[in-house]
């Protein structure tokens, strides 16, 4: 699950579909949720201990990524 570091919304949807995964998804599936644009961390809108507290308390992987070419 993927969500942009820079725009809370993106994080608040994906609380709302890792919820859908629990519910509904096979339990033995890996969830890995990935905040992205790491380069922009002047921009953050969503501090790092929120999100790895919500991977925690889905048992998911966290980890956090930039796909920008230039960095």
């Known amino acids: 699950m ?13 609380e709302r579909w890792l919820k859908e995964l629990q519910d509904h998804a096979d339990s033995n599936i890996v969830i ?14 969503v501090p790092t201990e929120e999100a790895k507290a919500l991977a925690g308390m889905c048992l998911c992987v966290y980890v956090f990524v930039c796909c920008s070419h230039e960095v």
Do not use: C, F, P, Q
Not at 32 to 41: A, E, F, Y
């Open 32 to 45: 890995m949720l990935v905040g992205n644009k790491s380069d922009l961390r002047h921009l953050r809108a």
């Open 2 to 14: 993927v969500y942009d570091i820079a725009k809370h919304l993106t994080y608040e949807n994906a």
